[in-house]
């Protein structure tokens, strides 16, 4: 399995995951999310090049609800 380099990611991360980290294609699915411990993340994959990597979130706002 390639790794990723830090450009790579970067770039991935800047353009919201929208296009594979390795091949640049748009043809990436995501399966559900999975937490544990304040973590979140998902599995990813490029259905044209067959990569797969996980994508990891981070709490970023709180929303009160109306």
Do not use: K
Not at 13 to 21: H, S
């Amino acid at each position: 399995m390639p790794s990723l380099t830090q450009q790579q990611m970067e770039q991935y991360i800047a353009i919201g995951g929208t296009r594979c980290p390795f091949c640049n294609s748009d043809q990436i699915e995501g399966d559900s999310f999975d937490a544990e411990g304040g973590q979140v993340w998902q599995r990813v994959r490029c259905l044209d090049c067959g990569e797969s990597w996980h994508d990891v979130y981070t709490l970023v706002r709180v929303e009160p609800l109306e």
